[in-house]
């Protein structure tokens, strides 16, 4: 498990980890595992683990006061999951993060993080990447999300993610894409014809 992670990380920095960094990381990310439907954060609470994905999948929402579900992100292998406000300022989340197959991680406590990792120049440089990467896919989302119609945003979404259509189910897909089940529905069907 942790050989996919170091990889992971050396693909992310211009320079491969040196063995002391890599018996850093060994000594202070933690193999966890969570069933389907377990949670690695509900509402309200402070995100004291930041974890980077090996196996399985998870949904990030949150829940209106009618108990709908708004579907914020998706994660699936080789992605990282938290809350990274709630982590780095320890304030409490305003996110569920629930798996939603088995899953197998590692994960880095929030005081491990700060004590032995943050200033260390690998992290600091894969932070930059990572969130360089992360902003630019957001702005990409709004945009989508205001100028595409549902069928354009589902056409985007899958190819930039079509293993996710393999692995979430369709209403989790359709709250992501910021439409209703029988919306995204419709439109597969469409693109089925077609």
């Given amino acids: 498990m942790h050989r996919v992670f170091i990889d992971y990380i050396n693909s992310k920095i ?14 202070t990310f933690v193999q966890k595992k969570l069933r389907k439907r377990q949670y690695l954060l509900q509402e309200g609470d402070v995100c004291r683990f930041a974890g980077f994905i090996v196996k399985g999948a998870f949904k990030q929402y949150t ?33 569920f993060i629930e798996a939603v197959e088995e899953v197998e991680m590692l994960i880095v406590s929030r005081e491990d993080f700060i004590d032995k990792l943050s200033r260390q120049p690998f992290i600091t440089e894969m932070i930059k990447v990572l969130t360089e990467k992360q902003s630019f896919n957001l702005i990409k989302r709004i945009q989508a999300a205001q100028t595409l119609s549902a069928e354009e945003r589902y056409q985007d979404f899958q190819k930039k993610y079509p293993e996710f259509l393999q692995r ?20 597969r069907a469409g693109a089925a014809r077609k």
Avoid: C
């Fill in 14 to 27: 211009s320079t491969p980890l040196k063995p002391e960094e890599e018996q850093l990381l060994l000594q």
């Fill in 63 to 95: 829940v209106d006061k009618t108990g709908k579900e708004s579907i914020l992100g998706l994660y699936l292998e080789n992605w990282w999951v938290g809350d990274r406000e709630s982590f780095m300022i320890g304030t409490p989340s305003p996110y």
């Fill in 168 to 187: 979430f189910p369709q209403h989790i897909i359709a709250s992501y894409l910021g439409m209703t089940k029988e919306t995204l529905s419709r439109i």
